[in-house]
C-alpha cells in the first residue's frame, strides 16, 4: 500500500524539540511534556485548598484559585494576590499540570497569599499574540472582584487590591512584563504593586553582552521554538514580544509597577538576558525598585523540576518574601 503524500507529511518531522515537543510537516503538533493535569482540591495540600474556575466562557479558558486553608471559610482576611502565568514557551504546559499545582501549592503556603494561575490558549493552534491576549482577559477578569462584587467569592472575600503582584516562569514570565506595561499604558483601575520573573524568556539575534554565550544548537532551538509559537513574526526572535532587552525600541521606562525581583539560575541559557534586563529597567527611567536573584550552578527552571532541593527551596522562599516586603 502506497501511503499519500499527507500521510506522510503527517508522519514527517519538521522540527524536533524533545524532550518538549515535535511538529511535523503537516503542522500537527505532539506534546510530550506538560498534558498531564491534576484536580484542585478543597481538601488541604501543605496547608492550601484550590478551585477552578472559568474566566472566559466564550473560549471555555479556566484558571486555579489557591488559598491558605486557615482563611478560606473561617474569616474576612484580606491576602495579597499572586497571579501567575505559567511557562512552556507558549506551546506546551497548562495551569493544571502537577508541576505548577505543586510550585504554586508551595508557593501559597510560604507566601500567606491567594494566587490565582491562569491558564492560556497555546501556540500553535493560537499563535501569538493570542496567549498575551487570554492572560490579559484573565487580569480583567480578577480586576471584576475590586469592589467585591465580582463571580468568585474567594477574590470578593479574601483579595487585597492593594497588593497586586504579576509572576511567571520563563514565557510567563515574559507574558507578566508585556502585561505590566499594558497596565499602565492602559490606564488599569488598579496599581499593580510588582511582578516576579523567574527565568524570564527574552531573546534576540544578537548577544545581549559580552557574558553571553550561545551555543548553536540551542539557539537554533530557541529560534526555531519562537518560530512554533509566532509563525508570523517576520522579524523571528527580534520580535518586540520576546526581544524585549535587546531592542532599542522596547521601552522599559512605561512598566506599571513599583518593584521587580528577576530569578535567574546560572547555567541557564537566558541567565544574561534577566540580568541585563534589570540593568535596561534601571537606566530607563522607571522609578521603582529592582532586584535580581542568581542561583547558580542550575538550569533553567529547575525549581519546578526539582522542588524538593534546597535551591528550589529558596526560590519560593524569596518568592514569597518580595510578596510580603
Same mark, same amino acid.
Given at each position: 500500500?502506497?501511503?499519500?503524500?499527507?500521510?506522510?507529511?503527517?508522519?514527517? @518531522?519538521?522540527?524536533?524539540?524533545?524532550?518538549?515537543?515535535?511538529?511535523?510537516?503537516?503542522?500537527?503538533?505532539?506534546?510530550? %511534556?506538560?498534558?498531564?493535569?491534576?484536580?484542585?482540591?478543597?481538601?488541604?495540600?501543605?496547608?492550601?485548598?484550590?478551585?477552578?474556575?472559568?474566566?472566559?466562557?466564550?473560549?471555555?479558558?479556566?484558571?486555579?484559585?489557591?488559598?491558605?486553608?486557615? @482563611?478560606? &471559610?473561617?474569616?474576612?482576611?484580606?491576602?495579597?494576590?499572586?497571579?501567575?502565568?505559567?511557562?512552556?514557551?507558549?506551546?506546551?504546559?497548562?495551569?493544571?499540570?502537577?508541576?505548577?499545582?505543586?510550585?504554586?501549592? =508551595?508557593?501559597?503556603?510560604?507566601?500567606?497569599? %491567594?494566587?490565582?494561575?491562569?491558564?492560556?490558549?497555546?501556540?500553535?493552534?493560537?499563535?501569538?499574540?493570542?496567549?498575551?491576549?487570554?492572560? #490579559?482577559?484573565?487580569?480583567? #477578569?480578577?480586576?471584576?472582584?475590586?469592589?467585591?462584587?465580582?463571580?468568585?467569592?474567594?477574590?470578593?472575600?479574601?483579595?487585597?487590591?492593594?497588593?497586586?503582584?504579576?509572576?511567571?516562569?520563563?514565557? $510567563? $514570565?515574559?507574558?507578566?512584563?508585556? %502585561?505590566?506595561?499594558?497596565?499602565?499604558?492602559?490606564?488599569?483601575?488598579?496599581?499593580?504593586?510588582?511582578?516576579?520573573?523567574?527565568?524570564?524568556?527574552? #531573546?534576540?539575534?544578537?548577544?545581549?553582552?559580552?557574558?553571553?554565550?550561545?551555543?548553536?544548537?540551542?539557539?537554533?532551538?530557541?529560534?526555531?521554538? #519562537?518560530?512554533?509559537?509566532?509563525?508570523?513574526?517576520?522579524?523571528?526572535?527580534? &520580535?518586540?514580544?520576546?526581544?524585549?532587552?535587546? =531592542?532599542?525600541?522596547?521601552?522599559?521606562?512605561?512598566? $506599571?509597577?513599583?518593584?521587580?525581583? @528577576? %530569578?535567574?539560575?546560572?547555567?541557564?541559557?537566558?541567565?544574561?538576558? $534577566?540580568?541585563?534586563?534589570?540593568?535596561?529597567?534601571?537606566?530607563?527611567?522607571?522609578?521603582?525598585?529592582?532586584?535580581?536573584?542568581?542561583?547558580?550552578?542550575?538550569?533553567?527552571?529547575?525549581?519546578?523540576?526539582?522542588?524538593?532541593?534546597?535551591?528550589?527551596?529558596?526560590? @519560593?522562599?524569596?518568592?514569597?518574601?518580595?510578596?510580603?516586603?
Amino acid at each position: 500500500m502506497i501511503s499519500s503524500p499527507s500521510n506522510k507529511m503527517d508522519s514527517e @518531522v519538521a522540527f524536533d524539540r524533545s524532550p518538549a515537543f515535535r511538529v511535523y510537516k503537516s503542522g500537527r503538533i505532539e506534546r510530550l %511534556l506538560g498534558e498531564t493535569t491534576v484536580p484542585p482540591s478543597l481538601t488541604p495540600q501543605n496547608g492550601v485548598v484550590s478551585k477552578d474556575v472559568i474566566y472566559s466562557p466564550e473560549k471555555n479558558l479556566f484558571l486555579r484559585i489557591y488559598l491558605p486553608e486557615k @482563611v478560606s &471559610d473561617i474569616t474576612d482576611k484580606k491576602l495579597p494576590i499572586l497571579i501567575y502565568f505559567h511557562g512552556g514557551g507558549f506551546i506546551i504546559e497548562t495551569a493544571f499540570s502537577p508541576t505548577y499545582h505543586t510550585f504554586l501549592t =508551595s508557593a501559597v503556603a510560604a507566601a500567606k497569599c %491567594l494566587a490565582i494561575s491562569v491558564d492560556y490558549l497555546r501556540a500553535p493552534e493560537f499563535p501569538i499574540p493570542i496567549p498575551y491576549e487570554d492572560s #490579559w482577559d484573565s487580569l480583567k #477578569w480578577v480586576l471584576t472582584h475590586i469592589t467585591g462584587t465580582g463571580p468568585e467569592t474567594w477574590i470578593n472575600k479574601h483579595g487585597d487590591f492593594g497588593k497586586v503582584f504579576l509572576a511567571g516562569d520563563s514565557a $510567563g $514570565g515574559n507574558i507578566a512584563h508585556h %502585561l505590566t506595561i499594558r497596565a499602565k499604558r492602559e490606564k488599569l483601575e488598579t496599581v499593580i504593586s510588582g511582578i516576579i520573573l523567574i527565568h524570564p524568556y527574552f #531573546w534576540g539575534k544578537t548577544p545581549i553582552d559580552e557574558f553571553e554565550v550561545r551555543d548553536v544548537g540551542k539557539t537554533k532551538g530557541v529560534e526555531g521554538s #519562537w518560530r512554533v509559537a509566532s509563525p508570523n513574526s517576520k522579524e523571528g526572535v527580534d &520580535d518586540p514580544w520576546l526581544n524585549v532587552v535587546g =531592542s532599542k525600541s522596547s521601552d522599559l521606562s512605561g512598566l $506599571g509597577c513599583g518593584r521587580v525581583l @528577576v %530569578l535567574v539560575a546560572g547555567d541557564d541559557l537566558f541567565v544574561r538576558q $534577566g540580568w541585563c534586563y534589570a540593568a535596561k529597567l534601571k537606566k530607563s527611567g522607571w522609578e521603582g525598585e529592582v532586584e535580581v536573584m542568581e542561583t547558580k550552578n542550575e538550569g533553567h527552571v529547575f525549581h519546578l523540576k526539582n522542588p524538593n532541593t534546597d535551591n528550589a527551596r529558596q526560590v @519560593v522562599k524569596k518568592l514569597a518574601e518580595f510578596i510580603n516586603k
